[in-house]
């Protein structure tokens, strides 16, 4: 049976709120000014959703929003790049979590409110919404309390209902790395952290350690490691992935989440492995080339267009 959707994204929603050319840090007491503001769609999960829907899958998304201004915000991004909103949920409770981005040229300092997006909990799941869906993505365990613990029961439901599933578990604010891995690997297709992060959550200062000690295996293991490239472990083979060299780079803001995309967008057409991992690197080098986690990926024409002028690559 034809599924409505290709793919069912899971997570957190907020907006960013991006400060440009602070002279300097602000102190208590005193006021600074910032030369330039960019009020976005921030979040790894909405910006995996965005680019994976401009990449011509059928997305949709559930989550949670406040019921204010920033809330319209989030969902008329989404639907511009034709995410289906109809299950991101309004709290009548909370407000839309934000962002603060004090961006000093190469770093920054972030302030998040986590608000609507902490209160997100199974009870707000349509699971038959989630049947109409090939496949589950989830994104940013550790910064949504709420749902965390009921990522095991979610999993095996979405996998008795004949979905494929992802995570990318994302950053740890707490650093505590805690994460059900025993009941939750079971029913994961594909686990997708980068290389810190999957030694926080295994302990292991090694990726040969990590995939030692990371047990049970999900059924695909993706380590993302910056311009190093990527990595994937099948169980019986580690495929290793080189980058596609980007000598222009922007930014890498969201580069993780845009490799997650590529790499999904191929999966969930039954293509080779090998190919879901190249694509999944060339959408991540697409992504540095613009600023922002979704600048370089405006819709598939524009996207076709610099991937050959930058990458000589035709999609
Ligand atoms: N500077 C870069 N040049 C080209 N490709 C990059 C660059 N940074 C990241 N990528 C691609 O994006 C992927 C994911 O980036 P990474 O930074 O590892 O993820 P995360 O944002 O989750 O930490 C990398 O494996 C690589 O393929
Ligand atoms: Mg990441």
Not at 190 to 203: A, S
Not at 291 to 307: P, V
């Amino acid at each position: 049976m034809e599924k409505e959707f290709d793919v069912v994204v899971l997570g957190e929603l907020n907006v960013d709120i991006i400060l440009n050319g602070i002279e300097k840090f602000p102190e208590i007491g005193k006021e600074i000014l910032a030369n330039e503001m960019t009020v976005t769609l921030g979040s790894s999960s909405a910006i995996f959703a965005s680019n994976l829907s401009s990449l011509g899958s059928k997305v949709a998304f559930i989550g949670k929003v406040g019921n204010d201004s920033f809330a319209e915000l989030v969902k008329n991004s989404l639907n511009g790049k034709k995410v289906d909103t109809s299950h991101v949920i309004s709290s009548s409770t909370f407000k839309t979590g934000a962002t603060i981005v004090l961006n000093y040229s190469e770093d920054r300092a972030n302030v998040t409110y986590a608000g609507a997006m902490n209160d997100l909990t199974i009870d707000d799941i349509d699971f038959e919404f989630i049947a109409k869906a090939k496949h589950l993505h989830f994104s940013s365990i550790f910064m949504q309390p709420g749902i965390k613990k009921s990522i095991p029961e979610i999993f095996r439901k979405a996998k008795e209902m004949g979905l494929t599933t992802s995570i990318d578990p994302q950053w740890d604010p707490e650093e505590k790395w805690e994460m059900d891995l025993e009941n939750i690997m079971p029913y994961l297709d594909i686990f997708m952290p980068n290389k810190n992060e999957l030694g926080f959550i295994t302990k292991s200062d090694s990726i040969e350690l990590s995939i030692q000690k990371l047990k049970p295996l999900p059924r695909l293991l993706i380590i993302k490691n910056g311009s190093e490239g990527s990595l994937l472990w099948d169980g019986e083979n580690l495929i290793k992935q080189p980058i596609f060299a980007n000598n222009q780079i922007v930014d890498c803001i969201g580069a993780g989440d845009s490799f997650n995309a590529g790499f999904i967008n191929k999966f969930v057409a039954g293509k080779k492995l090998l190919e879901c991992i190249e694509f999944g690197a060339l959408t991540g080098a697409l992504n540095t080339t613009a600023a922002g986690g979704t600048g370089a990926f405006q819709n598939l024409q524009s996207i076709k267009d610099i991937t050959k002028e930058k990458f000589n690559y035709n999609i």
